[in-house]
């Protein structure tokens, strides 16, 4: 008998990547699985590292009218061939396109995970524009999954859709977090040494680490500017920077490129393959983003030993709880997250409480075969 066709369509690969790994690989024991996206190379590297079937379609990430509709043409006409069981889409653009081209084939389940709301911080024509393609999405498809049950809230409290349609799977998280993987038992001493030593950072300093793109809505203008106070007090403390600069899509402030660049104290590493390593050689997550939908690297951080200073928005106010694996801060605020920077400073038993949590309460509640089974489980009910 053969397995139902299940496609899962993400606008970028490195979102098959990042946010989704292992899980086609977990899925394709149970369906026939295909993966969608764009950027063929990348795309066709994924497929063969999770062990399942890719299919090529130039997506982009901005509002693009005519190569959107070129893709959605694409995709319906793809659907009507090979007639999928259920399409999940992920990514704003590639749910508008998949849901729409779905729904227009007959696919008869189409869910949509939502994993962020960029509309969030968009205003005038084009908030509109982006609520209207939302609305859209949701009504294209059968299931809609927020990764968090704060952005579920969100949703129904702008009228995005309707509570029989949506829900939260597990404890929330798209993809759930691998453990084992991320712990720091896989890095020995001699490795820490050298890795910090190669970074220029001593056995003393204290180091604040961010994970991400380094762009606006993450919070990185507020954060380098709220570190360049914190070392005049503190100068054995560094800032590590793990992750690519956006310039394009949401450029930071040229203040904070500027002090990327000359401040002694911040070490901007760019995008890594793995960053493991330098969680493992830091003390303290800061993760001051606008919004975000279910943050991987909050849970990585907490399963590597770190507490976290994150912003109180939906996804980082559930996998943190104040005081216990860590620091909330409103969004926004450079004196509050100056103040929390100090605080896990200056209070040494607070912040070794946090560290001492902050594995556990991830393990407990985001391990990733809770959450792969709880996708699975809804899944199984369309067959």
């Known amino acids: 008998m053969s397995k139902p066709k299940l496609i899962r369509i993400t606008t970028i690969p490195l979102s098959l990547d990042k946010l989704l790994s292992g899980q086609l690989r977990f899925m394709r024991d149970y369906f026939e699985v295909t993966a969608v996206s764009s950027e063929k190379e990348y795309l066709e590297r994924i497929g063969e590292r999770e062990g399942v079937a890719t299919h090529h379609l130039e997506m982009t990430r901005k509002i693009t009218p005519h190569k959107d509709i ?4 694409k995709l319906w006409l793809y659907f009507i061939k090979t007639k999928p069981h259920i399409v999940h889409t992920h990514t704003p653009k590639a749910g508008i396109v998949g849901m729409l081209a779905a729904k227009l084939a007959g696919v008869p389940y189409r869910l949509h995970t939502v994993a962020g709301l960029p509309l969030l911080e968009a205003e005038g024509k084009k908030r509109k524009l982006l609520d209207i393609v939302e609305k859209l999405t949701y009504r294209c498809a059968t299931h809609v999954l927020p990764n968090s049950f704060g952005l579920k809230k ?3 409290d702008l009228k995005f859709t309707t509570p029989h349609k949506i829900m939260v799977l597990a404890n929330g998280s798209s993809n759930g ?3 084992n993987y991320f712990s720091k038992e896989h890095f020995s001493f001699a490795q820490k040494t050298a890795l910090k030593e190669s970074l220029q950072i001593a056995e003393t300093d204290f180091v604040f680490v961010f994970v991400g793109r380094l762009v606006s ?3 990185i203008n507020e954060a380098v500017s709220a570190f360049k106070k914190i070392r005049i007090t503190y100068p054995h403390a560094k800032f590590l920077l793990v992750g690519p600069l956006e310039s394009e899509l949401d450029p930071l402030d040229v203040e904070t490129l500027e002090a990327i660049n ?3 104290g911040i070490i901007s590493v760019g995008y890594q393959q793995d960053v493991r390593p330098y969680l493992a050689i830091s003390d ?6 606008y919004r975000e939908g279910f943050p991987n690297v909050v849970m990585q951080a907490g399963a590597m030993e770190l507490p976290s200073i994150v912003s109180d928005i939906n996804g980082c106010n559930e996998i943190i709880i104040q005081n216990k ?6 969004p926004k605020s450079e004196q509050q997250l100056l103040d929390a920077l100090q605080l896990i400073l200056d209070d040494e038993a607070l912040r070794l409480k946090m560290k001492n949590n ?9 391990e990733q075969n809770v959450v792969w089974r709880a996708l699975l489980g809804e899944y199984q009910k369309m067959k």
């Open 70 to 73: 070129w893709a959605l043409l």
């Open 154 to 156: 969100i949703i129904l």
């Open 177 to 179: 977090i691998d453990t």
């Open 217 to 219: 809505d993450k919070g």
């Open 262 to 264: 000359h401040c002694t």
């Open 284 to 289: 303290c997550l800061v993760f001051p983003s």
């Open 325 to 330: 694996n860590g620091l909330i801060i409103p």
């Open 358 to 366: 902050s594995r556990g309460m991830i393990v407990e509640r985001y």
